[in-house]
């Protein structure tokens, strides 16, 4: 789409770059930025240039840089230890996107855009992801990205602040994991994407997203029985009704895949 009230395009190289002018937007991948009209913005600002490494692995977990391309992070081979390697493609696949898209959405796109049904999100909540926030006064936050994500659309980036990395921590990686989704239509959004991990301490995290507003995410000190997380899965707020599904649907086929889940760990 043609952006008739963008009149200016820079590219950033360094972090003085990163000081955004009136109305300047940040781009990355641009596959939502340029997909329709950006009234409130005249000047975009091009991430890309910044140079930094997609796909940072070491003994502490991965780093993802947020111009990470999905594909890119969707090919990356699996380090030795890491049994939640195949979320990285599952999750992948759960965004309504073609090939030519994940060659230019990045992850951290993605997340900024916080949508209910952002597959980076469910990955990053999978995995107990740790988003690093540049902010504008040369400063840097870090927090969950489950409680970055508030709404559909909505986080707690401020104006001027940036999305750096995604960082996903070694004993995640390390954890066995399952992974569900579900759509009322064969090529439609997900109506619920849902995903469970067991650590090597016997912890159990849950993660419930498109179906909701913003991330649920339930842990437990061990697996649960089925009547429990059954009940926790139903009691979340914000399960949400749209032309791709009803709150009621979402819930319960949420309960029913999660169970799916849990007796995966389970085995």
């Not at 780093?63 to 081979?77: D, H, S």
């Not at 990045?106 to 597959?119: D, E, L, W, Y």
């Not at 429990?228 to 086929?253: I, K, Q």
Request: glycine letters at 8%; one cysteine or more; proline letters at 4%.
């Amino acid at each position: 789409m043609d952006l008739d009230t963008i009149t200016a395009y820079r590219y950033a190289r360094t972090r003085d770059d990163l000081r955004l002018g009136a109305s300047e937007r940040f781009v990355a991948g641009g596959t939502w930025v340029f997909s329709e009209p950006q009234l409130d913005a005249t000047g975009l600002v091009d991430l890309t240039t910044m140079g930094w490494p997609a796909l940072e692995a070491d003994d502490r977990g991965l780093r993802i840089g947020a111009t990470c391309t999905i594909a890119e992070l969707a090919a990356m081979p699996a380090r030795e230890g890491w049994a939640a390697h195949p979320l990285f493609f599952q999750c992948a696949t759960a965004l309504l996107a073609s090939f030519k898209v994940w060659n230019v959405a990045t992850v951290g796109g993605n997340i900024c855009r916080s949508f209910a049904a952002a597959a980076m999100v469910s990955l990053a909540v999978a995995l107990d992801g740790v988003a690093v926030v540049w902010t504008p006064d040369g400063g840097e936050v870090r927090m969950p990205v489950e409680r970055l994500v508030t709404g559909n659309g909505t986080n707690l980036l401020e104006p001027g602040e940036v999305l750096r990395a995604i960082e996903l921590p070694a004993y995640a990686l390390r954890a066995r994991t399952g992974f569900r989704k579900i759509a009322l239509a064969e090529l439609g959004r997900s109506g619920a994407v849902l995903t469970g991990r067991v650590d090597d301490d016997g912890r159990a995290v849950f993660g419930i997203t498109a179906a909701v507003t913003r991330p649920a995410v339930l842990r437990y000190d061990r697996l649960p029985s089925a009547t429990e997380l059954r009940a926790d899965a139903t009691s979340v707020d914000g399960y949400s009704t749209d032309p791709l599904g009803a709150a009621d649907w979402r819930r319960e086929v949420s309960a029913v895949l999660l169970e799916e889940i849990r007796q995966e760990l389970a085995a």
